[in-house]
């Protein structure tokens, strides 16, 4: 079993940034990888960016140039720091978690950037 919980997401004008946080429910080394997505009202659930148990990382275009992730392991938390957030950044964003052929999700924390 693995139980991820998100926070840092709220209001924020166009040009902000927030940085997200997923903790885990146990050391994040166990984790084959974890990961944010995000949905938006209308829209599919959509990749943002990964990190592997090794701190490989990974972006998907939606990711590419304005977010980073990172992790502290020592917290068993996963970051996702967002960047020059635009309206169309709008969404639900979830923490993901992969291990042993399982997918664990997070109840999701929103972000609404105003323009």
């Given amino acids: 079993q693995l139980q991820l919980v998100e926070s840092g997401g709220g209001l924020v004008q166009a040009g902000g940034s927030l940085r997200l946080s997923c903790v885990a429910s146990r050391n994040i080394f166990t984790i084959n990888a974890m990961g944010w997505y995000r949905q938006a009202p209308g829209k599919q ?5 990964s990190i592997t148990d090794g701190g490989g990382t990974n972006y998907a275009d939606s990711g590419k140039g304005r977010f980073t992730i990172s992790r502290d392991i020592a917290k068993n938390t996963v970051y996702l720091q967002m960047r020059s957030l635009k309206p169309e950044d709008t969404a ?17 924390t929103q972000v609404t950037v105003s323009s």
């Fill in 45 to 49: 659930r959509e990749l943002i960016a």
């Fill in 92 to 108: 639900v964003y979830y923490c993901n978690g992969k291990s042993r052929g399982y997918d664990y999700w997070g109840q999701g």
